[in-house]
C-alpha cells in the first residue's frame, strides 16, 4: 500500500486537483488590482470591526480596480444561525459596500470564483487533502479525545510546549497499512497536515500593516479536515484565496500569529502565498484602560446600532476612514466636500495598535455630513428611518411640502445649520414648527433675561401691533426689532449695551428671545426670522394666542 492507495481509500470521489485549478483560471485584472475579501462567520452578529475591515478592503480593491468578495465561513457547523448571511450582506448594503463578487443573501451568489460559501466547497477541500495524503503531506490521525488529553496533560507536567508536533504526533509516521485497516474497521480518524517545519527555526514576514515580524517555523501537525469532512479555518484559508485569486488578506490581527502556518500550507500545496495586512481593532476607553470594543457590553459595536439610531451610514464610514489613516483628517479639510472614496487611502499607514472609537467625533461628523444635505436628502433620508423606527416623526414628515420648507431652514447656504447628528434627533429638532404638535403641548415657557410677565405682554402686543409684517425681507425684519427695542427703552445694538450695560434693562437680543420663546417654546432655535417665514402669519397668530392664554395675558 502507498499514499495513493491510502488517499483513494479516504477520498475514493474526490477529483484532481488540477480540474480546480482550470475552473478558476488568473483573473484578468489591470496590474497592480487588488483582490481581496471579507470572510465573516456567519455568527448572527455584524461588528463593527467587521465593516470597518471590508470598508478597507473594498477601498483598496476600488482603488486599484480590483474585487472586493464576501466569502462565508461556516465550516463550524455547531455555530449556524438563521438568515444570518443576509444579516451580513444587508448590513454591507445598508452601508453601499455590496460586495463585487460572492453571497448576495443565505442562499445566493454572484460572480465565476464560487461557490463562496465554505460548506458548499467540501469537495474541493477534500480533493486537495487527497493531494496533500498522496505526497505524504497529510495524513489520517486516530488519536481519541482521551488520547490527546493525556497527550496534553503530560505536556502540562513535563511544562513544554502544548500540540500535536514531533515526538507528541503519535500518528503521523504510523504505516500506511496500518492507517488503511484502522479506517477499513470505520475506527474513526480526521486529516493532519504533516508539518516539516522547526521551531528553533525562525522565519521573517512583512505584514504590510505591522510590519517585520520574525516567528518560529510552524511544527504542529493541524488539523486540516475535521471529522464532519470539513475542513479547518486554516485549510480552508489557503484553498480558498488561492482558487479566489486573493492577492491581499486582509483580516483581523488575531491572526497575525498564525502566518508561519498559512504560509507553510501555501508552500506545501503548491500556491503562491498572498500578501497580509493585519488589521489591529477597534478599542474602546473604559476607566483609563484600552479595551477591544465587546459584542457584550458596547451597543456600538453592533452594526445594527447605527441604523437604529439613525446615524447615517456615509457618516460612520467616514469615520471609519478616520480611524483607519490618521491623514484622512488633514485630507477632508483641505478637501471640504469631495466624496470621501477619492481620499488616497494607504493601507500601510494603518496604525500598528488598535485605534480609539470616539463617539463624540462619529457624531460630529456626522453632523457636518447632515448639514451639507440638501432638505429633499434629509427628508428622504429621515422618513425612510422613521417608518422603521418612529411613527410620530413619520407622521410628521408626512406633510412634505411643509417638511421640506422645516428642513430647508437654514440650509443650503454657507454656514448650515448643525443641530442633527442623527435621524432620531431629527424629531426633537423640528417638532416646535408644527402647529398640531405645538398648540397641542402643554408649555412652561422659559424666557431668558425678560421674565416678567407685564413686559413679555407689552413687547408682543407691540410687536404684533406695529411692527410684524410677514412680508417683510430679512433685513428689515431686523431694523423693526431694533426699532422695538428702542421703543421699550432696550440697546437697539448688542454693542451699545455691553459698553454700557447699566444704562438699559436689556438689549435687542433679549427682546428677541421673548418672541423666539414664545413661537417655538425654545431659546436655542435656527434663525428666527427664517422660522417665522416659515410658520406663516396664521401659524403665528395662533401661536400669540397660545402664549397669551397661557400666561393671561389679555
Ligand atoms: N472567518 C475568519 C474570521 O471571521 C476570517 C479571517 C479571514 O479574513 O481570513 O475571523
Redesign the pocket.
Known sequence: MNYQELANLIFPNAKPIGLYEEKYPERNLPEGAIVT?F???PTGFVHIGGLYQSLVAKTVAKQTGGVFFLRV?DTDQKRQIANAVTDIVNSLKDFDMAPDEGMISDTEEIGNYGPYTQSWRKEIYQAYAKYLIEQGKAYPCFATPEELEEMRQKQEAAKIRPGYYGVWAKYRNLPVEEAAEKIKNREPYIIRFKSMGREDKKIKHKDIIKGNVDFPENDQDIVIIKADGLPT?HFA?AVDDHLMHTTH?I??D??LSSVPLHLQLFQELGFKAPRYAHISPIMKNEDGNKRKLSKRKDPEAAVSYYKEEGIPSVAVKEYLLNIANSSFENWRRANPDSPMEEFPFDLAKMSVSGALFDMVKLLDISKTAISKMTAEEVYEKSIEWANEYDKELAELLSDKAYSLKVLGIERGNNKPRKDISKWSEVKNAIIYMYDKEFLAKEHNFEYGKINDKQEIQKILSTYMEKYFDIHDDKQTWFDKMKDLAEELGYAREVKMFKQEPEKWPGHVGDISTVLRVSLTGRQNTPDLYEIMQVLGEESIQKRMKEVKSLWNIK
Open positions: 475579501r470572510a465573516p462567520s465561513e479555518y484559508h488578506v483580516r483581523g488575531e491572526w
